[in-house]
T-cell receptor, first 115, second 115 residues
Framework: AQSVTQLDSQVPVFEEAPVELRCNYSSSVSVYLFWYVQYPNQGLQLLLK??????LVESINGFEAEFNKSQTSFHLRKPSVHISDTAEYFCAVSGGTGTASKLTFGTGTRLQVTL | NAGVTQTPKFQVLKTGQSMTLQCAQD?????MSWYRQDPGMGLRLIHYSVGAGITDQGEVPNGYNVSRSTTEDFPLRLLSAAPSQTSVYFC??????????????FGEGSRLTVL
């Protein structure tokens, strides 16, 4: 079984400030990790993913996440947020192989960026 | 570039009524799935399909039926709606059924209210 814990349901932050959204996971097999973003009244979009190789992965809009196997974490960070980053962010884990593998989502963190 | 299309976007039902949420994708994806999103609970998998004619249950299948007669379509049926099924429903697909590293592509969601 696999699970994802997002410790913060809401994170308020001022524009241009740094932010970290926390994600911890548990799994009995090797995992693949994802961050999805959901803008208001839209579906989810993939932000970034870790499959293998470098433990630091980046998105095209300045977010980054680091896979830490010893701490079973995959925290999302951005050094300077913008108003347009206001959204809900979901961490997800995929494990197992073949068609038995499924994506398990965390409960989400709502990032609210204000001036 | 239609991607994943869900209809209707909004629906209000009375307890005991039945309805079908439609999902269609034009990307020739093998894998299709239905999630429900509830506040504080993230996204939970209802049913999924790894190809035409093949469906399986997810985490919360009770009260829902699915079928996959074509690659493109994956409708979700509520046979007798209950207030507990008030939620936002998302259809998602990915190219290959066995690729748990693959990105899920989401529709824009269907907001269902059961009175």
């Amino acid at each position: 079984a696999q699970s994802v814990t997002q410790l913060d349901s809401q994170v308020p932050v001022f524009e241009e400030a740094p932010v970290e959204l926390r994600c911890n996971y548990s799994s009995s097999v090797s995992v693949y990790l994802f961050w999805y973003v959901q803008y208001p009244n839209q579906g989810l979009q993939l932000l970034l993913k870790y499959l293998s190789g470098s433990t630091l992965v980046e998105s095209i809009n300045g977010f980054e996440a680091e896979f830490n196997k010893s701490q079973t974490s995959f925290h999302l960070r951005k050094p300077s947020v913008h108003i347009s980053d206001t959204a809900e962010y979901f961490c997800a884990v995929s494990g197992g192989t073949g068609t038995a593998s499924k994506l398990t989502f965390g409960t989400g963190t709502r990032l609210q960026v204000t001036l | 570039n239609a991607g994943v299309t869900q209809t209707p976007k909004f629906q209000v039902l009375k307890t005991g009524q039945s309805m079908t949420l439609q999902c269609a994708q034009d990307m020739n994806h093998e894998y299709m799935s239905w999630y429900r999103q509830d506040p504080g609970m993230g996204l939970r998998l209802i049913h999924y399909s790894v190809g035409a004619g093949i469906t399986d249950q997810g985490e919360v299948p009770n009260g829902y039926n699915v079928s996959r007669s074509t690659t493109e379509d994956f409708p979700l049926r509520l046979l007798s709606a209950a207030p507990s099924q008030t939620s936002v429903y998302f259809c998602a697909s990915r190219p290959r059924a066995d690729a748990n590293t693959g990105e899920l592509f989401f529709g824009e969601g269907s907001r269902l209210t059961v009175l």
